[in-house]
Every structure is written in C-alpha cells, then in structure tokens.
C-alpha cells in the first residue's frame, strides 16, 4: 500500500519538502525561467499550484540548497545566491473598500521595512514599495525578488463594484508601475493570479512582464501531465483500480476523462487538475473535488450580466486577443470564463488564428453546470441534484408526461425582469437541464434562432423533440412529421416519442406538449 503524503492544501515549498509530502518535480522549469528572464506572469484556475510556485521561487531565492535535494534543481544550480525577497499575498476574504486593500498591503510591508527599513517621508504605498526595494538593495548588496500572488483577487471580488474597482485599479496601478522604475535593483519578479485583468489597465506602466500563461514550454508548471501520473503515481492507479473494482485501463481513462483537458496553448499535451487528481488518490475515489472548495459567483454574474447564450460555451469560437483581454471592459464574459478554468482551448485554426473552446473535462462540465442550475431555474442547491435525479429516472422508464411536467417547475417563476430575455432564458434552462441529463443519457441538442430541437435516447426510448415559442404545440409535432426528424430511427428498435412543445411569453412557462408515440 502507498505511503504517500498528499500535500493538499499546503502550498509552502519548505514545509512540503521537510514534512515529506509528495512532490512533483517542476524544478527544472522553474530554472529555466529564472535564468532566460527576469519579469514573469502567469495566470493559472484556482488550486493548479499557483502559490506552491511563489514559494518554491522564494527557497531557491533564499539559497536553501538543502530543500532541492534530490530535485533537478539541485543539479542544475551551482551558485545558490541569497536575494532579499518582497513576497506579497493579495488574497483575503473580503475587499469592501479601499482602506481593506490598503491595509493588507500595510501589514505585509510593515515585516519588511522592520527588516530592511523605511522612510518616514513615504506618504503612498507605492513610495513605500520604491523605499523598501531600495533599502533591501543597499542593506544586502543583493538585488531585490519580488513575488506577488493573487494579484488580481481585490479586482475580482469588486467585479460588481465598478467604482471600487477603479479605486482599486489605480492603486494597484501605480504599486506595480514601481517595478518598471527600479528594474535597476530587481533581480527577478514573478506575479501569478486567476485572471489577466488586462496588462493595460493594471500593468500599463509595467510593459515588460513575459506573460507565460500561453507559452508552450510552461504549460506544465502547475497542474500534472500525464507522463508525471505515470512516473510517480503508477502504483497508486494499480490501487485506485482497485478500490475502484475497474481495470488499470478503465482506472487510467476515468481518470482522464474527470480531471484531465486543461489546454492553456494550442497543440500542446493536456494538464490535470492536481488538486482534484490528488484528492483522488488520497481517498480512492473519484468526486468533483475541485468544486466542493466553492465556484466564484462573479462568473454566474458576469454570465448573466452579458446575457450570455449558455449553449455557446459548449463550443465557444474565440481569437488570442479575447482570450487575453482585459475582459473587465468587455461584454464578453470568455476571457475570464477561460483563464477561471471553466473552459479550455480544445482546438486551433492556424490559418485564422482562432481557438475553439469547451469544458475540460466531466468534473468541470458537470460541476459548472449543476452550479448554474439554481441561478436559472427555481430549484435550489439542495434540491438541484435530486431533481435532476429525477428527471433522469423518468427520461429511462419512459414517462414523457412526467418529465415535462417536471421540466415545467424548473420554469415556474421566472423572474420579471427577464421578460425582455425569454427567449435566451428558455434556451439556457433548457441547456442546463438537458447538459446535466447528458451525462446520464445521449442528448443531442440543436438551437437555431427560436426554434429548439432535441433527442434524447436511452436504452429503451429515443425521445424526437421540437420546441416552439408563441407558436402551437401542434405546429411543434407536425414540424417533426413534416421534417422527418424521427426518420433516422425508423429501424431503431427502441420505442420512439415524437414531442411538440409550446412555451408562452404570457405565462412565461411551457404551455402545452403533445406526445405521439410510435
């Protein structure tokens, strides 16, 4: 049985390496950053590994050789330098006004200028930033490393507050904008976060960051490829194939299809979510681990905000200046969408220079989905999984009549102010309950300009369905007949029902649904 100490939730390099957890090399990565550049971004989904980086970064800054034993980096570095480090963390529960981020920048500088000292002049945090930088410089000899992780966390959590935002934004502003004038006594930078809140906007004045995020060579240096997995955890599949009574293949490929996908460049191999692939070998057992630690509600917000068509993000078409936009001044909730990790580059145009987007994987899929569903429909979070339970259950027992009556509470008191939207509003509901039944039958779902077509097929039933929108139920059917939408399954030996639906604008709900059986 495997001995391994999983390090979930530990994100410092030293206490990792002297406590004995496990450890994936990213050392070797790590060296090549620090000797062909000196500024760096990266922009990585919640619990890839980011801070884990920032802190690996600091021990080799700090010259603790004895923590790389073993590792490349022990290898490939001779010198083992000691630099004064300004290691700064923008995360915090709450950014409410302007005075929160201010005084989270205070207490962390207050430890260093104790330790390297300050002016008494300094009026901004900025002024104290150039001090600090200058100081360390002066009292070491040492040119200064500055890492800064979640930069972007006071942007994001006053995504709804555009005034404090701005705020937010100019501080921070001319805060990283310090760098730029004391490259001088810098000797590296590494600043990691969520989202690219636009190097225009926050890093204007900082215009030398390499932003590796869709470099190639790094798409690795957080999250696990599949060549790790089976370099250092083979025998833990052989367990979790067993625990799990599956076969190491079936084992290997249900792993792949929950955790694995992630593409942050084109062409490249795809990357695991580490937090949920270690979770699952801790436990051995597969769970939508990395959705049980909470999804941002900025994003259902931004969604509804842009009045965004859910289908879309199934197959999302999108450009590289998109996906690193400064999306806080965009309609276009997909910027954020993609680098929160809720989409990934699944395919590239070279000739047009244009990547096509979905879910990663099913933990992603099925999670952002079920996330979605009380904020759309009039099912809670409690209720959510149970009722698509049992929508499920009806779908395979062939009980069109109560499925539909079932669909038509996901529906039931839609909020007025959508009454301009209704018809988006009746594709995304539709989309999210049918996304979700997808996962436990065949669905094909097609939406073109108000009409809405579906099939739904299980192992007894094939389900033809047409959707209509202040139309008949019976001009819903006889489209179907007309049309031969069911003429695909004629040999099918699966009993088949042809469905008219009618949705009202009046009742903001379905109306009627007429069912032929064949």
């Keep these: 049985m495997s001995n391994k100490i999983y390090p979930i939730g530990i994100q410092n390099f030293e206490k990792l390496r002297s406590s004995g957890y496990f450890y994936i090399d990213k050392t070797e990565l790590i060296y090549r950053i620090v000797k062909t550049g000196s500024y760096y971004f990266l922009s990585r989904p919640r619990r890839f590994g980011k801070s884990l980086l920032i802190s690996t970064l600091e021990a080799y800054f700090q010259g603790k050789k004895e923590l790389f034993e073993g590792l490349a980096m022990e290898k490939l570095e001779k010198d083992w330098i000691k630099y004064p480090i300004l290691h700064l963390d923008l995360n915090a529960k709450k950014f409410d006004t302007t005075d929160d981020l201010l005084r989270l920048i205070d207490r962390q500088f207050l430890i260093y200028e104790e330790k390297y000292g300050s002016s008494p002049s300094d009026e901004t945090i900025d002024d104290r930033f150039v001090t600090l930088i200058r100081k360390a410089y002066e009292k070491t000899g040492q040119k200064v490393v500055i890492l800064v992780d979640e930069y972007d966390k006071p942007l994001l959590q006053t995504i709804e507050n555009t005034a404090l935002q701005n705020e937010y934004r100019e501080t921070l502003k001319a805060f990283y904008g310090v760098m730029k004038s004391m490259d001088g006594y810098i000797q590296f930078a590494m600043l990691t976060g969520v989202t690219k809140f636009g190097k225009i906007s926050v890093f204007s004045d900082l215009n030398n960051l390499d932003d590796i995020s869709m470099r190639e060579p790094y798409v690795n240096i957080c999250g696990v490829s599949e060549q790790e997995i089976h370099d250092n955890l083979e025998e833990e599949l052989h367990e979790l194939a067993h625990a799990q009574a599956m076969t190491y293949e079936e084992t290997c490929a249900k792993l792949k299809e929950y955790y694995d996908g992630y593409h942050f460049a084109e062409n490249t191999i795809g990357i695991y979510n ?154 995304n509901v539709l989309f999210i309950v049918f996304k979700l039944a997808g996962l436990y039958t065949q669905v094909e779902y097609h939406t073109n300009m108000g009409r809405i077509d579906l099939v739904l097929k299980t192992n007894d039933y094939i389900y033809v369905m047409e959707f209509k929108l202040e139309g008949t139920a019976e001009e819903a059917l006889q489209q179907i007949n007309e049309k031969h939408y069911a003429l695909p399954f004629a040999t099918d030996p699966r009993k088949l029902f042809k469905i008219g639906v009618n949705f009202s604008n009046q009742l903001r709900n379905i109306e009627q649904w007429i069912i032929e059986e064949n």
């Design 274 to 427: 580490p937090f949920s692939l270690l979770n699952t070998f801790k436990y051995n057992k597969f769970s939508n681990y990395w959705f049980e630690t909470g999804t941002p509600t900025y994003l259902v917000e931004l969604l509804k905000q842009s009045h965004y068509n859910l289908e879309r993000m199934a197959n999302e078409e999108t450009n590289a200046d998109v996906l690193n936009s400064i999306y806080a001044d965009s309609s276009s909730p997909i910027p954020v969408i993609y680098q929160s990790g809720y989409l990934t580059i699944k395919s590239y145009d070279e000739e047009f220079g244009t990547y096509q987007l979905g879910f990663p994987n099913r933990e992603v899929e099925e999670g952002f989905v079920r996330y979605l569903m009380p904020f759309y429909t009039n099912v809670n979070k409690v209720e959510s999984p149970f009722e698509i339970q049992k929508f499920v259950s009806e779908i395979r027992k062939g009980q069109p009549d109560a499925f539909l009556r079932r669909l038509q509470s996901f529906f039931a008191d839609t909020p007025y102010e959508l009454v301009r939207q209704l018809e988006l509003h009746y594709q």
